[in-house]
Structures are given as structure tokens and as C-alpha cells.
């Protein structure tokens, strides 16, 4: 028997154990400050709400680097609601609630005035009801001033795959079994329709590759995404008029290249888009230049609009730092759709200065301008270093907070390992997630335990290994020898201590 609770919704495969970065409070409070709005401040007390939490898995971890705060996570699949409230419990966050509840079930007086509200890719898998609903939710319970992320499948990108999707369906429910185990037959029919005279496929040729890339997507992310009964494509622009129903002002994009017009469209297209008159205009021109197939949309509650020395005080107090190896962090990087080349003075300054511990804006400009004996507009460079990925926006600037974190980290660690699963180890400076899988896990385990030499860490690697039924591969291949094991564990090794311990260091 169906229940009708689902109304249409994949529930019968789980949610895919994801995590997003973009949801984290620090990194909304940068797009804010960024576009000229007051950041939400992160060292008092605050609230933060996830609609369509899913397993709750980036709700709990910035629970876990924000312990002053409430967070709550809000799905009306009981599964993910228990699995959900059973992870936190392992890993010892305790400031995050679950309700199990639908969007038109949930009552406003069960929640508190919240600062971020957040809902990654819910908007397109829900019937216009629900989104009324959401929107309720937004409105009732937003504080002025408060922040509103929104992910969703967008227009125009997705104009000529979106039949893709259709054909996924009715493929996928002439198939026997729940709908996650259909995904597979669909899209291995759908890739031999490819290979034989299909007009629309051989119309649009970008098909073939939007098959390849939804082949290599798990079947269950694929479910959710795609085979629920409601399935949206929006305009920036219709999100836009559907948010200002909740008092919303678009700020931003939390994918932070989008905010850079320059670094994503030729000067000529630039020039052109940057002409228009209406912000409206302007985003939505950029989304026909670039074939946009995904937003990640930021929205304020009363935008505040600061200019002049009011956006440069409010952009300075934001924390940066560093989250990548420093043989990545390069003069040379992709931002966009460009690689740029970073100015050769202040460049190794910045990088210095951020590998050592985090700075804020300002503390940076003055590191630029001491050296440059001048004052130095180092706001653009800062902004380019962030949306290339070698800065990444910070929580704060010093933690008090290590002990409770170790415990929770260790946590986190004991659950890789034993689930040989990716995990994320909880920054409260970086106020987000770290990608740790079980060879990772083993390794820091061992280096906060004391193993800091390569031989050391080569030893612990491979008996707990061993212990644990895990073993290495390279290039995807099994290895045959116990030698072959051990050179492997040596090279592991030498890359953890090359780019992973400096980073664990600076994090606390």
C-alpha cells in the first residue's frame, strides 16, 4: 500500500548523506557583508533553521562548531528525522533539534525568530502548495535583518536536458521495484537511446554528456532528485518575485565566482550585461551568458544597503582563511569560467599571513598597506583569493572551544573509521566541515595521539588497517603484495604530512 503522506515525494530510499559548505552561517555572513548588508553576528547567541534537512548531516556540524546557537532541522520523512537526531546523539552535538513535520504542518509557534533560514534544493522538488508554505514559514518566523539561502534547478541551462528527466520517469515506472532501484535500468535504456536516430537527442548533442554525468550520480541521490512527482525549473528572476511574498531582497549567490561577473563571461558580454539599468536584468542576462543550470540564491529580510566606509567596516570584521594545502595555494588559479593571475606584491603577503592563523578583511588591508608604505585596495584581490577557494570565509579568529570539540571530533573520527564512510571533523574557527575518509581518519587519530614522525604514522596506518578489514589501492586497483601495501602507506603518509597537518594544526 502507497501512503499518501508522501504526496508524490521519493521516500521510499533514504536521502543521500550529503554536506554543503554554503549553508554555513560564516559563509552567508560573507556573501552578506560582501553585497553591502550586515552580517549576522556569530559570537552571540542565534538561531538557524534548515527546511528539508534530509539526514541532518550540515545542520549538525555547524551545531557542533556554534554551540551558543539553536539549530533546528525540519523533514517530513521520519527516517531521515530518526537517522538525523541518531547521528548528533553519536557525535555529541547537542544544541540541534529534529521535527518531523510537513512544510503546511509546521506551526509557527513551534519554532523561535530565527537569523538563517536555509533550504538546499527542496524549492524544485515541491508542489506549489509547499512552496506557499515555505514561504509562510520564511515570513512568520525570519527576524528582520536575517538571511535566506535557497538552491535550486534553474533556467535557462536546463532547457534542453529537462526532457531527460520526463523520459527518466516513465522510464523508471514501467520498472519493477521502488524507484531508487529503477534508476539504473532508466538511464542504461536511456544512453542505448542515444546511440540510435532519436531526433531530439541528435538536436541536442550537450545530452550525451548530461547522461555520462548523471550515470556517475548514486541511484539514490538520482531518486530524490529527479523522480519525485513534482520536478521545478525557475528563472532567477521568478524566485525573486516568489521570495519578495516573504519580504525577501535578493543579496547574492553563496557560489561565490557567480558574484563576479568579470571572471565569467568575456569583457565584451560583461560590458553588456553590466549596462542594464534593473539588478533583475542583470542577473538574469548572466544566467542566459553562462546557460545557468544551478543557483544557490542568498536573501535578506530589509537589506540594509551600505555604502562608503559603512560596507568597508562591516566587509573588514569578516575572518578569512586558509582550508587548502599551501601547494595549492598558487599565484595561479581558475575563478570562474577564467584562470587569473594574482598580483605578484601582495599576493605572498596574503598567503603568509593566512597560513599562519586567520585575519580579518581588515587586518589584511593593513598587512598591504604597511607593506606597500600606502594605503592598499586589496578588497577585490580578497574577493577574487575567496571565490578561487584559496580563502574561505571564517567563523573567528581564535577558539576557546577545544575540548569540548575533541571529544566530538573524536567522535567523528571513531564513525569514519568505522563505517569507512566520509565523515566531516567539526572547525569552530572555520565554523564548517572537513572532509575526512577512514584512511584520514586513522591517520589524524594517530597524529593527536602523539605519531607525528612519517614512520610512525606508516605503522598505526597499517595495523589499523588491518584491524579494521580495510585495505589500499591505487589508481583504483587492489594491491597483491604486503609490500605494495606498505609503499602506499608511505606515500599517504607523506601527503598527510605535506598538506594535512599544517591545516589540522591552524584549525586548533
Known sequence: MTADWTQGYVTETLYTDGFFRELSPAWLNYVAALKGCLPIPLDRPFTYLELGCGLGRSATVFAGAFPQARFIGVDFNPAHIALARRYAEAIGVDNISFLERGFADLQSSELPECDFIVLHGVYTWVNATARAEIRRIIRENLKPGGLVYVSYNSLPGWAAASPLRKLMVEIAADTHGDRAEAVGPALDLMEELNGVNFAYLKTNPSTAQTLKTLKARGKNYLAHEFLNSEWKLFYSVDIADEMADAKLTYLGSATLAENHVEYLVDKGTAEKINTQRSPRLRQLLLDYAINQRFRRDVFVRGHQRLDGIEREVALGAIPLGSLIP??????????????????EKLFPLIKDAVKERPRTIADLRRICSAAADRPANVDHLLATLTAAGHLTPFARLSSADGNRLASVNKSVLDLAVATKSR????????????????????LYEAYLAGAKTAKALEKRLLQRLHEVGLSLSKRGQPTKTVEEQQAIAGEIVVRFLAEKSAILAQLG
Open 423 to 442: 565523515q566531516q571533523m567539526i572547525s569552530a574557527l572555520a565554523g564548517t566541515g572537513i572532509a575526512v575518509d577512514a584512511v584520514e581518519a586513522i
Open 326 to 343: 599551501e601547494s595549492q595555494f598558487t599565484a595561479k588559479a581558475k575563478v570562474g569560467n577564467r584562470e587569473v593571475t594574482f598580483a
